[in-house]
């Protein structure tokens, strides 16, 4: 019978207790007719001052999302896909008919190889607020960079926006090419672009 009274007033001590609040999560879709990355491409080798030069690649974020928790920020996520095949040459400062070519060989088996690898993405592993200002937050950002289905660990200082209609974000970073099983391409083996290439990104999301 005791055992009986003290499980019941258990109960009813738990049952009396207010549950613990969680913060709701603010959910955003990314925007992809404003979100972007740029990719600086520069070269390398023993003649790279007079010959060869450098290439700038851009494309569309295409889809991903970020859940933001602003009470703790460390349980926040982001992801985002890039198709590989979206990613374009820029003509400026290429020699005339040169990006074509140069997107050609990008998209091919030895870099991209687009038709096998279609999406280039990422998704956070790890949260850092380094420092805010109202709705204003810079970040460290740790997360998984799958190209050419090699994933690789990648730490991103992100800065970001939050807004009643939605956020942004922009960061930059660098990786290197052989990091993900691709060898820089050379020119009669004394000019080739940089292993490591530097990469931008801009993120708009609405809820």
Do not use: C, W
């Not at 019978?1 to 109960?11: C, G, K, P, Y």
């Not at 038709?115 to 740790?142: C, D, G, Q, W």
């Not at 926006?161 to 930059?172: F, V």
């Amino acid at each position: 019978m005791r055992t009986r009274v003290v499980t019941a007033t258990a109960i009813a001590v738990l049952l009396g207790q207010p549950l613990a609040s969680h913060a709701e999560t603010a959910s955003y879709r990314i925007d992809p007719a404003k979100s972007s990355v740029t990719i600086h491409v520069g070269k390398s080798g023993a003649f790279s001052f007079v010959a060869g030069h450098t290439h700038d690649v851009s494309g569309p974020i295409q889809s991903g999302s970020v859940n933001v928790d602003q009470d703790e920020l460390s349980r926040s996520h982001v992801r985002l896909v890039i198709g590989s095949a979206n990613l374009t040459v820029s003509a400026a400062g290429e020699p005339a008919g040169d990006a074509p070519k140069v997107q050609e060989t990008m998209q091919g088996e030895q870099v991209l190889d687009v038709h096998r690898f279609p999406e280039i993405t990422y998704e956070s592993t790890a949260v850092v607020l380094k420092s805010r200002r109202e709705n204003v937050l810079e970040l460290t950002m740790t997360g998984q960079l799958t190209i050419r289905d090699v994933t690789r660990a990648v730490t991103v200082p992100v800065h970001v926006e939050l807004g009643a209609d939605g956020l942004s974000a922009n960061g930059r970073f660098e990786i290197k090419q052989t990091a993900f099983g691709i060898k820089p391409i050379s020119v009669g083996g004394v000019v080739s672009v940089k292993d490591t290439l530097d990469l931008q990104f801009s993120i708009a999301a609405t809820p």
